[in-house]
């Protein structure tokens, strides 16, 4: 990972997103990779909530905070009920109302280094622990981002976090519920305009058919997942690869546009339709390219 993000830094690329597998942990990662790397920006797309109580995931991400010397930036979300439940046999119960109650906990962590939450799916309270045993929060703060595509989940990281992490969600998709959802959201509780950092599958390739068959099969269990397939709908495709942007740099320089004129803040370049190490590099190059002239990141 390390070595791949020396690649991307070199290549011009902004920000680096992590995901997180059943494996390894991102966040240690992105501390790591951030520290070895002293320019990029790293985070995670994303860390999910259920198994990690937030004052575990504030301890991580402040440590990474402080590896990184301020370019950490953390991204949570639901994850997906399936895993939750049949993984780690934790009942994947009221994920709204959960997502609260792990936002406030969460926000206070990271910037007070205390929290004094008790809500119906979460206790966080640190109350009544000394203050000598608390270190307080970390400065800069770490950027809270939320993976969030239903228009729910959007209200809560407009009101709690600040942004959001889309994947697989197309312009359509962003231009008629995400931005207009997050944006309003942001308003109403008098927070800072929201960064909006879609994900996108996008490989520049001299092979669109090749690119597209690995896109095809790197994303095919999307569809059976109820979030993403409520996006394909309204993007009206039935298959998630059919979002991936391929072809030469000119092509995925325009799909790239698109998002970012839909109201994406930022686009995150997603590696599922990179088939050789030439096309992961000569998309790099290009969102380099596109970084040194507008909002766009890639990883």
């Given at each position: ?19 997180q597998g059943l494996d390894i942990d991102s966040v240690t990662v992105a501390a790591l990779v951030a520290r070895a ?32 010397g301020g370019r950490f930036a953390l991204g949570i979300g639901l994850g997906h009920r399936g895993q939750v439940e ?15 109650d792990y936002l406030r906990a969460l926000r206070s962590l990271l910037d007070t280094g205390t929290a004094a939450v ?182």
């Open positions: 990972m390390t070595e791949r993000a020396r690649e991307a830094e070199a290549a011009g690329v902004d920000d680096i997103w992590l995901n790397v002293p320019r990029i920006i790293v985070g995670t797309a994303v860390v999910p909530m259920y198994p990690r109580h937030p004052v575990v995931l504030a301890s991580q991400a402040k440590a990474a905070q402080l590896a990184a049949d993984v780690f046999g934790v009942p994947f119960d009221r994920p709204i109302g959960h997502l609260r008790r809500g119906a799916t979460l206790v966080a309270d640190l109350s009544g622990v000394p203050a000598a045993l608390l270190r307080g929060g970390v400065t800069p703060r770490v950027p809270l981002l939320v993976a969030a595509m239903g228009p729910q989940a959007l209200r809560a990281a407009g009101e709690l976090a600040d942004g959001t992490l889309p994947y697989l969600a197309g312009p359509r998709s962003l231009d008629s519920l995400i931005v207009p959802a997050i944006t309003a959201a942001a308003e109403a509780a008098g927070r800072p305009a929201p960064r909006i950092a879609a994900g996108v599958p996008a490989s520049v390739t001299s092979d669109p058919q090749r690119a597209r068959e690995h896109a095809f099969q790197a994303l095919g269990g999307y569809a059976r997942n109820v979030s993403y397939a409520a996006v394909l709908e309204r993007e009206g495709i039935s298959h998630a690869a059919d979002l991936a942007l391929v072809g030469d740099e000119e092509t995925v320089a325009a799909g790239i546009r698109r998002y970012l004129d839909a109201g994406a803040t930022d686009v995150r370049v997603s590696p599922a339709a990179f088939a050789t190490d030439e096309e992961r590099l000569r998309t790099w190059r290009l969102v380099g390219e596109l970084a040194g002239s507008s909002a766009v990141a890639g990883g």
